[in-house]
């Protein structure tokens, strides 16, 4: 089964050109590769450690963050993106602001997809380890060598293609594994009352795991250790409107659309398979939870005494699924960590390579010496995503680091977006500075806080005191993200008003919302228009959070 | 138009996917089921694979085929 997805890949591989023109495409794959690009096996595994960790209060990271930021981003957004000549966020930013604000951007963007392959490096060798026995450090080694390898040969030229079948390889393969599993826990009110013991044993009211807003009163009432208002604004506002507004992996996506139109619906399409993914990845989580929890030692136990949610799906993988189906199962999660790594290694080469070794060390040389500083970026990559795999480690779910890497490098890169595209006196050193603070108010509040039951160290408070202790590494993520925002914000702000402007309006065309022209779409059907579509997200988004309230 | 329409890779795959999966449930040792609750999840997921991956081939080939004159 491995053979064949390995086989099946390499032809795909040889028929690149099929995106590059990008006229023809038709909407649905251009949704799909919108989310395929975040589909990874990092969103798998992570959202399912959340939902075991957390409950299905994760879900707000679906019907809370990702769909109003999708509308967001399709309805305001896309037309400064799109009607811009920038080819990329941090181009978007050289534009909009100066050359330094787009060189800070490039920094943080790159430190950025050294832990995000890093994070996929640990989950596959952490699955290595479990399904075929190896030793940890010895898997660490074998997927840097691998994934090595299929940079150098050029395994990454058709990278949208091959997330579209990844999509489907991963829907395809992972919907066994949860009606098997709700099945065999007796459906819906099997899995209600199995979490009313996890929920009893941690302390909380029966329905902290199958509740997403009713225990959030106060902080302490709920597994995920956050109230409403720091739910909204850090993980809803800041985070979410960041990662799915600036993060040029998933925004140039949509760039590759055929029009204007056609790029502002594709994230408001991509709303729709994602608003129904939870159901995909962190059920399976909440199934892992339960059953370790009244069958017994379903979850290794870690170093820290805490479950290792992270093992939810590949536990879950080896439990349910027969030789067979347990290959396609193997063969999607495989996959997808080995183009996620690559992805994210390949994004570091090239913005080391060309947005900062070419632009402020180097300029000037020639084609061969890029390439091969490029190959030695790729090396380091690498070798830097090894030391990210190994700070994963310290973690008993990804998606606690990852979405703390995000709170770094979004949050605060959001505020400086939506002053550029919203407020046209904001200016080159105010987006830098505001940018810079950001960054620096954020290390600040994770070195001055701590979540429960952690000492200082890798999960904050390294500065010394920690002034705050929150319940959850999340909820520090959160608020982490929230002063972050709020840094960046005011700086940008206070430094614009006190520096001259250096961009004229006409250079600013296209830009900024308010020396941009309407898009006419008055002659569309109203059912077809961008608002129309988004406005639908939203009900339903909002009928599910009723649902599960 | 000399474009790969992305429907024909992955009907393909999943055709013979579903199809490998088909054999291997009737040709494999009931005993392995007894983890998946007693249901022979390789036939049965097997059928919903190459069913898909021939609803996308024929989606596919639909697409090919010239319009009919108006």
Redesign the interface.
Known sequence: MLGIGWALRRFVRSSEDFFLSGRSIPAWIAGLAFISANLGAQEVIGMAASGAKYGIMTSHFYWVGAMPAMVFVGLFMMPFYYGSRARSVPEYLKLRFDEKTRGLNAITFAIMTVFSSGISMYALAKLLELVLGWNFHASIVVTGVIVLAYIFLGGLRSAIYNEVLQFFLIVLGFLPLVLLGLKDIGGWEGLTSKLTVVATNAGFEPGAWTHSWQYTGAPTSNPMGIEWFGLIMGLGFAMSFGYWCTDFLVVQRAMAAGSMTAARRTPLIAAWPKMFMPLLVILPGMLAIGLHATRGGFLPIGSDGHPNYNLAIPMLLAHYLPTGLLGLGLTALMASFMSGMAGNVTAFNTVWTYDIYQTYIRPGQTDRHYLRVGHGATVFGILASVVAAYAATRFNNINDILQLVFSFVNGPLFATFLLGMFWKRSTGHGAFCGLLTGTITAALHYGLTLPQGAGPGIHGGFLGTALHIYPSEMALNFWTAIFAWTGCFITTIVVSLLTRRTKTDEELRGLVYSLTPRIDEGHMPWYKRPVTLGIAVLVVSAILNVIFW | MM??D?RI??G???T??GF??IV??LV?DPA??Q???G?N??LW?GL??LV?GLAMLALAYRATRPKPPV
Do not use: D, K, T
């Open positions: 474009q790969l992305l890779p992955i393909g795959m999943f013979i996917f490998v999966l291997y449930g494999s392995i089921y983890r998946s609750l249901i999840v390789n997921w919903v694979l898909f």
